[in-house]
């Protein structure tokens, strides 16, 4: 396929299509000002940015929807030209947690749908208002949640019209393969989010990924200021 900045996107296992770059939106919270993440999507659309890569646990999907919003009102873009990609996070995984926390996640972007919902990782923690929770010895508090049956929560969201596409993040093969075998699986993963890049290549999940049709996103591949060891 021949990229061009009008058509720079891919097609996915189940029929849709993702733009090759996105615009990550994590920040830390406690160091970043408020409405930087809007301004930040907003001079990425105009810039031609056409995918969005948020999270429920980052704090600022308010800010997304926002900016989103604003730019559909000036005319710069439509919704269907915009893909978004939410992620359920930790603590969510018990399978009637799924929609609800899918849902709010709507409520707080103001939006009909979004293009790619994920899996965030692979691991589940103690579900309730905590987003981290540890014991008293600073230790997480996992959950034991079936990820076959998160997933087929997931697929209950895509046929209800709230999601476009299913992916995962930071799975391993192992536990895609949990997935891929599951009894009565209806869509597959499109994608997995992972870290990729020139230190950390990734060659056999990368190999992987490419026979079953899961298409690998590699999040900040060119380092991130998230942590200053990176």
């Not at 929807?65 to 978004?84: H, M, S, W």
């Not at 981290?132 to 996992?142: C, F, L, Q, R, S």
Request: glycine share 6%; charged share 25%.
């Amino acid at each position: 396929m021949q990229f061009t900045a009008e058509n720079h996107r891919l097609i996915l296992n189940d029929g849709n299509a993702i733009p090759v770059i996105g615009l990550g939106t994590y920040a830390d919270p406690k160091k970043t000002p408020k409405g930087t993440c809007a301004e930040s999507v907003k001079t990425a659309i105009d810039a031609g940015y056409r995918h969005i890569d948020g999270a429920f646990v980052y704090h600022n999907e308010d800010e997304v929807g926002q900016a989103i919003r604003e730019k559909i009102a000036e005319g710069k873009i439509k919704r269907e030209d915009l893909f978004y990609c939410g992620k359920l996070w930790n603590t969510c995984h018990p399978p009637e947690m799924v929609r609800p926390t899918l849902e709010k996640t709507l409520k707080i972007l103001q939006l009909d749908y979004v293009d790619l919902y994920l899996i965030e990782l692979p691991m589940a923690f103690q579900p309730g208002d905590n987003l981290y929770p540890i014991d008293e010895n600073g230790k997480w508090i996992y959950h034991e949640t079936d990820l076959c049956a998160t997933w087929e929560a997931l697929e209950a969201c895509k046929d209800a019209g709230l999601v476009k596409s299913l992916g995962v993040s930071n799975f391993n093969r192992r536990q895609l393969e949990m997935i891929l075998n599951k009894p009565g699986l209806k869509y597959k993963p499109v994608s997995n989010q992972i870290e990729c890049h020139p230190y950390f290549t990734q060659p056999k999940l990368l190999e992987f990924c490419k026979l079953h049709d899961i298409v690998p996103v590699g999040y900040s591949p060119l380092g991130t200021s998230r942590d200053e060891n990176w």
